[in-house]
């Protein structure tokens, strides 16, 4: 008996993502989700000791 014919499908072409795109979905991945909350917690607070508001942290004597 012959082996039965395995029909090929051409090869789908998939449209390359533009620059944007790609770091828009690597930012959300949830493998990427520990880093990029780090480094909004740590850009948090160097922007909150760099204002006004970082007075409350020192004592009142």
Known sequence: M???RVAIQPARRTQSKG???SVYH???SEENASVVISVAMFGAAV????SEWSDM???GF
């Open 2 to 4: 012959p082996p039965k």
């Open 19 to 21: 620059y944007i795109s």
């Open 26 to 28: 690597s930012l959300t």
């Open 47 to 50: 922007a909150f000791f760099n």
């Open 57 to 59: 942290l020192l004592p």
